[in-house]
T-cell receptor, first 112, second 108 residues
Framework: AAGVIQSPRHLIKEKRETATLKCYPIPRHDTVYWYQQGPGQDPQFLISFYEKMQSDKGSIPDRFSAQQFSDYHSELNMSSLELGDSALYFC???????????FGPGTRLTVL | GQNIDQPTEMTATEGAIVQINCTYQTSGFNGLFWYQQHAGEAPTFLSYNVLDGLEEKGRFSSFLSRSKGYSYLLLKELQMKDSASYLCAVWRGQNFVFGPGTRLSVLP
């Protein structure tokens, strides 16, 4: 069965650079969620989109933005990167809002 | 995280039963989920409770009491591969909040 796809799987950036993470949900899933997980920490919900509109908002910094496109894939844009942004970024998708979420493998971002 | 409490670590023996408790702040509650996460991997969905009572799914069961802000995950017939972190998570208003997770070690 098709799963959530995230790209890239690994990304290394310098401080103050920008990064774009991509997420391709499971086919026919209409909701996408973004999470940040630091080492030894629980995942922190950033933001979600339902039917291409922002749905719920968690602790997403102002330096980050995201959107969901017409084909339901989503991109997380991160600007003015800081060392503290180094983390595993998960995308998840579901059919309908607030339902069972299927997680992608994550993108490991390292900021040097 | 954010007013969700779980035991930090638990240890159990292969073949045994273990219960992992989760308490949460009830304001804005809109559903509780349990996820399993192996180190460095993505969380995997285990169960979903929105109404009071017990949900059973194979070797895993989850219970919810909304008035008490309490849930537990019951794992039966433990296997070595069940060694992982177990995360309780709730929808609270517009925010999806994970608990700190319980690291379960299954011993032979």
């Amino acid at each position: 069965a098709a799963g959530v796809i995230q790209s890239p799987r690994h990304l290394i950036k310098e401080k103050r650079e920008t990064a774009t993470l991509k997420c391709y949900p499971i086919p026919r899933h209409d909701t996408v969620y973004w999470y940040q997980q630091g080492p030894g920490q629980d995942p922190q919900f950033l933001i979600s989109f339902y039917e291409k509109m922002q749905s719920d908002k968690g602790s997403i910094p102002d330096r980050f933005s995201a959107q969901q496109f017409s084909d339901y894939h989503s991109e997380l844009n991160m600007s003015s990167l800081e060392l503290g942004d180094s983390a595993l970024y998960f995308c998840a998708s579901s059919w309908g809002q607030h339902n069972e979420q299927f997680f992608g493998p994550g993108t490991r971002l390292t900021v040097l | 995280g954010q007013n969700i409490d779980q035991p930090t670590e638990m240890t159990a023996t292969e073949g045994a039963i273990v219960q992992i408790n989760c308490t949460y702040q009830t304001s804005g509650f809109n559903g509780l989920f349990w996820y399993q996460q192996h180190a460095g991997e993505a969380p995997t969905f285990l169960s979903y409770n929105v109404l009071d009572g017990l949900e059973e799914k194979g070797r895993f069961s989850s219970f919810l009491s909304r008035s008490k802000g309490y849930s537990y995950l019951l794992l039966k017939e433990l296997q070595m591969k069940d060694s992982a972190s177990y995360l309780c998570a709730v929808w609270r208003g517009q925010n999806f909040v994970f608990g700190p997770g319980t690291r379960l070690s299954v011993l032979p």
